[in-house]
């Protein structure tokens, strides 16, 4: 960083010259070396240093020499210096800076103390110099400015203006700095203006901006913006008012209209917050009338949408003149409905009891203004939202067929995002039933409706894993089902395992679970079972397999029934399993034997 500052020095011994010159080097500073007074001036034009180092006592010309004849340069007096003596005492030091010198120090040199002058010194210098640009840019821009620029003193008394200023009032530079603000201020005007300027000065306003109106010298009003801020002093202490001064006649003479049109804006951007988060599509048509009839003060507005046939209207909601025919239905080719649906466009008829158009409604007389707008879904038109005012003086302005067919854009984004909405509900809806009847279908038996296989495996899996103090299973098989399919048929099968599931539901417990898991095997899970439960659930199997016979035309329904039962964690599922599946193929065999 200190690379680019060039540092002059001017020292008659070479030991002390070659010492500071190492140590401003190995700070990054860029030196040059004098060996007395006379060189250091006659190198000074040439280096154009940032700082000048002088020892108070050479030969030909002295450091105080120097500092002299530099101070006397008009150029060149801002250039920092510091003055290096063997000398401290008093009148040096008072010698020294007379002289010119900015600092003062004594040998032998403390380098510590040397740097972070020079640092100091070089960044004052540094401020300096900006500040110096700043001032020069300023006066430029001022010079030149579009706008007119004042400076006022605490009084409001004008101290400067530029030519922008001189113009805008038509006084000359000279007259402006004998009148006050006050001169130029419409008197209506004055004492807010006043007031304002009291405010900054005593610090309770930072700045200050108003629009008022201003008197030219040929006593002409016309209407400017200004803008004042304080400037202070080093002490803090208010030196002067700057203040900037815009021409807004042609502005100002538009502000009822812009205004206007800010508040239809501001209702327009409150209305499509509320419209465009409604998502139910009977909500969001009750909305469009509500806030279409709120842009303007004892309107009536109603919406009518075309029905499936594509030749009618009907009402769909109506606030004011129609609340009462909800539900109406007309050929959407009359009146002002026809040609909205015609043209695409809003249609607006300042007097429609004369309108050559117009349709008989309800015998009712009409002699205000009507607007019909169409509302769009798809790029077509479905539907017409009416606005009615009872006031046939009443006329619509460009600002105000602007704001209504921002409005109905928005009003058909709205519309056209609740259908979107209510065909995916729809969709979800029946995409919930599929899944849920997917998921159903991958957890039962298409024959019996009882669980299969898989959900068998996951939900034995969940129970046997310590939720429960122990876990029941019975394994049941359908005797001879192979020889009733040869015999009777599969139809006749089908019918026997499902009088087997139906027996086996009808038995278990409500928090059992029933599965088939292969062709004629069925098995169940009893949670938290003992040995009383095994035997009372397989008991009422059997009972109730007896009873299917009325069902089978007297054909013997017959289960072999195994079961096992664990106590305890640590559930071996497949051992259980296999436990209950041998006891189960025990009773067959006893079956076969009886």
Known sequence: ???????????????????????????????????NGKEAIAMFDEVNPDLVI?????????????????????RRSKTPIILI?????????????????????????????????????LQARQAEIALGKSEEKLRGILN??????????????????????????????????KIGLKQVT???????????????VNEEKLEYHVERRCIRKDRTVFWARLSAAIVYDEDHEVNSILGIMIDITDRKAMDVQISLQNQYLLALNEVSLQLLNRLDLDDVLAMIVTHAVSLFPNASGSLFLLKENNSQVELK????????????????????????????????????QNWAKRINSHGMVYYGVFIGMPLFSDKKVVGVVYIYFDDSAWGCSQEQKFLLERFIGLASIAYDNAILYKLAQEEIGERKLVEEKLRYVSMHDSL??????????????????????????????????????????????????VAAATALKQACRPGDTVARIGGDEFVVLLPGADQEIMQDVCQRINEKVQ??????????????????????????????????????????MLHRIG
């Open 1 to 35: 960083m200190n690379q680019q500052f060039k540092i002059l020095i001017a020292e008659d011994s070479k030991l002390e010259r070659r010492m500071l010159r190492n140590n401003l080097v190995s700070w990054g500073y860029q030196v040059y070396e004098a060996v």
């Open 54 to 74: 002088l020892d108070g006592i050479m030969p030909e010309m002295d450091g105080y020499a120097v500092c002299e004849y530099l101070q006397e340069q008009k």
């Open 85 to 121: 003596t063997a000398y401290d005492n008093e009148e040096a030091v008072e010698r020294a800076f007379a002289a010119g010198a900015g600092e003062y120090l004594t040998k032998p040199v403390y380098w510590n103390v040397l740097k972070y002058r020079i640092k100091r010194i």
């Open 144 to 177: 030149n400015a579009v706008v007119g620029i004042g400076i006022l003193d605490e009084h409001g008394n004008c101290i400067y203006g530029n030519q922008r200023l001189v113009d805008m009032l038509g006084y000359s530079l000279e007259e402006l700095h």
């Open 186 to 200: 419409h008197p209506e005007d004055w004492l807010r203006s006043a007031e304002g300027l009291r405010k900054m």
């Open 317 to 352: 909601f109506a606030i004011g003149l129609d609340e009462n025919n909800i539900g109406a239905v007309q050929h959407k080719d009359e009146g002002i409905i026809g040609e909205v649906f015609r043209t695409g466009e809003t249609v607006i008829v300042n007097d429609y």
């Open 448 to 497: 019996t409706g009882l669980y299969n296989r898989t959900y068998f495996e996951e939900e034995f899996q969940r129970i046997s894993s310590g939720a429960y103090p122990s876990v029941g299973v019975i394994v049941c098989d359908v005797d001879e089902l192979k020889v009733v399919n040869d015999t009777l048929g599969h139809a006749f099968g089908d019918a026997l395992i």
């Open 547 to 588: 009873r299917c016979r009325k069902n089978l035309n007297g054909t013997i329904v017959r289960l072999s029934i195994g079961w096992a039962l664990h106590i305890g964690p640590d559930v071996d599922r497949k051992e259980l399993f296999k436990e209950a599946d041998k006891n189960m193929y025990q009773d067959k």
